[in-house]
């Protein structure tokens, strides 16, 4: 593994072999690339793979100008120039697959195919409402004001009992981030699923889309959305699992992952 920092500020690792298939794991909001380690020794096997800090997460810096998702996909192409990758496969989880759809849009030919884990869609007039104030919420409050409720909504009861050290790591992930920072990606979570609707032109990349049965915030109607408006998207739900499933049963969604970048012919 190789460990650095972009010229832009970004902080990334790189795993395997990046001369052939890359792949791309973008995290979600207030989280880091570490969100991803129990994907990376198993898709490192048969892939380059890149794990990377937005900007205001990790040990990336600020963004440069108000963060918006294409800011956040321009990040990434930088990136990629820097590290000399022209294409990849990009793996978003919750605000990252917001992020991997948008690249897809502003950066067609540096897009192989997409994977989009529990990430918002259409959300109806009072959905989007609620999760606008809470938004207002971390603006006025910073990342600890919205926490606990958070945790509550990703992690299911019984992960939450039994596994106290992964929830204090997650929990520190969040606080770790500057309130201003944490303010503004929220604000691109609350706001920013609107220019994803029905994109023109479509994405019409091999597109991957999972959330979980009880994903109240990306929940599957979302998922079947978004999969509906790509002829070449699969879609598949996972059940028992809350938001952050990922890191609950992360094999639940490597397995899917690995198949969906076989049929792509991607191994």
């Known amino acids: 593994m190789l460990s650095a920092i972009a010229k832009n500020g970004t902080a990334y690792d790189l ?4 001369d052939g298939h ?16 129990a994907f990376v020794p198993v898709l490192s096997e048969q892939f380059g793979v890149v794990t990377y800090d937005l900007f205001g ?14 800011v956040y996909a ?6 990629l120039d820097e590290i ?10 919750s605000l990252g697959g917001m992020i991997n759809r948008r690249f897809a849009m502003d950066y067609p030919d540096r897009t192989q195919a997409l994977a989009i884990f529990n990430s918002p869609h259409e959300r109806g007039e009072a959905a989007q409402k609620l999760v606008e104030e809470r938004a207002a919420a971390a603006d006025a409050g910073g990342p600890a004001a919205t926490l606990d409720a958070a945790i509550e909504r990703w992690f299911t009861p019984e992960f939450r009992a039994s596994q106290p050290s992964v ?18 990606a929220r604000q691109v979570l609350a ?6 609707i029905r994109p023109q032109p479509p994405i019409k990349l091999p597109s991957l889309v999972i959330t979980a049965e009880h994903d109240v915030g990306s929940n599957p109607a979302m998922s079947k959305a978004i999969a509906s408006e790509n002829d070449n998207a699969h879609c598949e739900i996972i059940s028992g699992l809350r938001h952050l499933g990922l890191m609950e049963q992360p094999a639940l969604f490597i397995k ?3 198949s969906f970048l076989k049929r792509a012919e991607l191994h």
């Open 167 to 184: 929830i204090a790591m997650v929990k520190e992930w969040i606080l770790a981030n500057e309130p201003e920072d944490y303010a503004q």
């Open 57 to 70: 997460h990790g040990e990336s810096i600020s963004a440069p100008q108000k963060p918006s998702l294409s």
């Open 191 to 196: 706001n920013g699923v609107v220019e994803l």
């Open 22 to 37: 890359v792949l791309v794991l973008i995290h979600g909001l207030g989280l880091t690339r570490h969100t991803w380690d």
């Open 84 to 93: 000399h990758v022209a294409k990849a496969v990009l793996v978003g989880f």
């Open 15 to 18: 795993h395997g072999n990046l």
């Open 74 to 79: 321009e990040q990434l192409c930088q990136l």
């Open 256 to 258: 899917p992952l690995l």
